[in-house]
């Protein structure tokens, strides 16, 4: 034995201790070495960064990090496991199905499989049970490194032509790693926990779909079945419970029964149709978004929906962006573009007439119709759609003025949250990765400046960020606001940009000082987002039941009977007639007249979540009163009509919501 092979190595814990061992000691015995509750709770050792099983050995000097459950990594291993322990179960209970792919998710994980036969809903209990028998049967895992050929013919020879052509597609040089759980065994890159037990009993199984071998339409439909797997029982019971709301809370289920929006096949996928109760919200945000950007000195355009090819090829969208775009309309014999964003219409319009340095900013803001083509995969109701509108707007400013500008954006975003009750919240700044040129404008000390005016004006604003790389406009680096709604779910809903591309490509100048032609800087912003996604989040966020002044119908009245039915139109008349000033009409009011019990109305009113209901009887009508009810179920009885119409009128134009 050499003297390098019997010196000891050294590890050096997180806390800088550093411990000699034997070379060849793997991470369960340096658990076990600081301690045993240690070695209990032990799921893989992370060396120099890099995760590693607890039963390989280490042969070199190394800093390390034994992850336990409480780390934020183990929610992925956890997941990671449950996959293959999933794989195990269904190839056990079903003999000849292939396995393919299995990795982690957000909130669980999946197993795609090639099986003739298909798989139904009541098929996974009994899988899931047979997970259960697994982990509880403690099997161990080991790991295998094998030539690529030997891997190949194995994976050919028991059956698994997927997990074979996978390994034939592994790069030359990386290891072909096999994990086995007892007996059973599967191709992976690991890490895993040294047994099964150690994935723990907080997993259940949530639907089957159907998917394609390596999501191209063109191979052979696999079925995907996912679960979900959390750290112990509490934490699955949460997610369970938030599943089951936002089931609840699904825009589209709530967009049909509220009649907000619909989609037809005549029309197309993803070209949504707005109802009537719908766009009374897109007409209410759309006039919010007016009021709030008049005060910040913003003017109104409109620009048309098609546009010639040259434009987008000056704009260099054709050039980064084509792939999103419809396919061009022949013309007189010219290229016409349906319009993908309202940017370099914008650039027109100021370009029409030159500006002064005293006239910046100068703020242009529109709601336009864009249409992006988007893969029929991936539309989703009004979260992901081919047809929109944009609250969208360009800031056109000196360099000078750039920083407060971006802040006074931000602000705004804030402000909208703040009146919709979105407390939960951040952003997040994209910046290009410049070593893929062919996604980015190379112009490195551009991108270096934008991204440093942005980034001072978030630390000013004090909300928020996280920064991220790869994900920023061709033209500049963006600002992406987050959103969580009350169940959780984490949405991007809008984005800002600082666009120093456009200066160049549309000779964007203003008259300086000295009487000479300067750049401008760009920004684009879009607070609300679009119309589609802004309301699909908060048909979710409301569970429906919008505040008044968003409501569809702020109030319903129902009559008792049929002898006071003029008095129930005059008072839907009083209400109708109300001024509001921070609306687009007066207050919005409806009756219902049916042949039915007043329980069966109200509960009727209650399931379109209108927040009031004004029950009028023969009583009422002699005093001038309506008896009133909140959607919730409260009744707070007999009211003078003057108080109530005050009462709604007072929530509509202060936007606070305060019917339940």
């Not at 988007?374 to 109701?381: I, K, M, N, Q, T």
């Amino acid at each position: 034995m050499s003297a390098a092979a019997s010196s000891p190595i050294h590890i050096t814990l997180p806390d800088g201790k550093t411990l000699d061992f034997k070379r060849g000691v793997t991470g369960a015995e340096i658990a076990a070495a600081i301690g045993p509750g240690l070695a209990k709770a032990a799921l893989i050792l992370e060396i120099d960064g890099q995760q590693w099983d607890l039963f390989r050995p280490i042969e070199r000097d190394a800093k390390i990090r034994i992850i336990t459950r409480k780390d934020p990594e183990a929610l992925e291993l956890i997941r990671h496991d449950a996959a293959h322990v999933l794989a195990m179960a269904v190839q056990e209970l079903y003999p000849g199905t292939q396995v393919t792919i299995g990795p982690a998710i957000d909130d669980g994980f999946y197993y795609d499989f090639a099986r003739d036969e298909p798989f139904t809903l009541e098929d996974l209990p009994k899988i899931e049970a047979k997970m259960h028998e697994i982990v509880k049967a403690d099997l161990p895992t080991r790991r295998e490194v094998w030539p690529r050929d030997k891997a190949v013919k194995h994976f050919r020879d028991i059956g698994e032509k997927y997990k074979a052509e996978l390994i034939e597609g592994i790069p030359a040089g990386e290891d072909v790693s096999l994990y086995w759980h007892g007996d059973w065994h599967d191709l992976c890159r690991g890490p895993h926990f040294a047994t099964t037990s150690k994935i723990g009993d907080a997993f259940k199984l949530t639907k089957i779909s159907g998917a394609y071998w390596r999501g191209d339409a063109k191979n052979a439909q696999l079925q995907r079945i996912y679960g979900t797997a959390w750290r112990d029982k509490k934490e699955l019971e949460e997610h369970l419970h938030r599943l089951e709301e936002a089931e609840k809370r699904d825009h589209r289920k709530i967009g049909r029964d509220l009649e907000l929006f619909t989609f037809s096949p005549e029309v197309g996928a993803g070209l949504p149709l707005w109802m009537p109760n719908g766009m009374v919200i897109r007409q209410e945000l759309e006039f919010l978004a007016v009021q709030e950007e008049r005060r910040d000195g913003y003017k109104r355009v409109s620009t048309p929906e098609i546009t010639k090819e040259a434009l987008y090829i000056r704009s260099r969208h054709l050039a980064y962006y084509k792939e999103d775009m419809y396919a061009p309309l022949d013309i007189e014999g010219e290229n016409y573009y349906l319009k993908p964003m309202n940017c370099p219409h914008h650039h027109m319009i100021y370009l029409a007439t030159r500006h002064s340095y005293r006239e910046l900013p100068v703020r242009l803001a529109e709601y336009g119709h864009c249409y992006r083509y988007e893969p029929s995969g991936a539309l989703s109701g009004l979260m992901r759609v081919r047809g929109f509108t944009q609250n969208d707007a360009h800031i056109y400013c000196r360099p000078d003025q750039a920083h407060e500008e971006f802040v006074k954006v931000m602000r705004l975003h804030a402000r909208y949250y703040e009146m919709m009750g979105i407390k939960d919240y951040y952003m997040r700044l994209s910046l290009p990765d410049l070593t893929k040129k062919h996604n980015f404008v190379d112009e490195p000390e551009q991108w270096r400046a934008a991204g440093e005016i942005i980034r001072a004006a978030m630390k000013e604003t004090g909300y928020p960020y996280v920064e991220s790389e790869g994900e920023a406009a061709f033209y500049g680096p963006k600002v992406d606001f987050m959103i969580k709604s009350v169940i959780g779910t984490e949405y991007a809903i809008s984005t800002n940009q600082l666009d120093f591309m456009a200066t160049q490509t549309f000779n964007l100048n203003y008259i300086g000082e000295d009487g000479h032609e300067h750049p401008v800087y760009v920004i684009h912003r879009a607070p609300l987002g679009s119309h589609e996604r802004f309301t699909a989040f908060l048909i979710e966020h409301y569970a429906g039941a919008f505040p008044t002044w968003l409501a569809p119908v702020q109030a319903r009245v129902i009559p008792i009977s049929e002898k006071v039915t003029d008095y129930a139109h005059t008072v839907m008349d009083k209400i109708f007639q109300t001024p509001v000033v921070n609306g687009t009409a007066g207050l919005r009011v409806d009756i219902d007249l049916a042949n039915e019990r007043m329980q069966k109305k109200i509960r009727a009113a209650q399931l379109q979540k209108i927040p009031y209901m004004l029950v009028v009887g023969e009583r009422e009508a002699a005093e001038g009163k309506v008896a009133v009810r909140l959607r919730s179920g409260k009744d707070l009885g007999p009211m003078p009509l003057e108080t109530v119409i005050e009462r709604i009128k007072k929530e509509a134009e202060s936007r606070v919501d305060v019917a339940e």
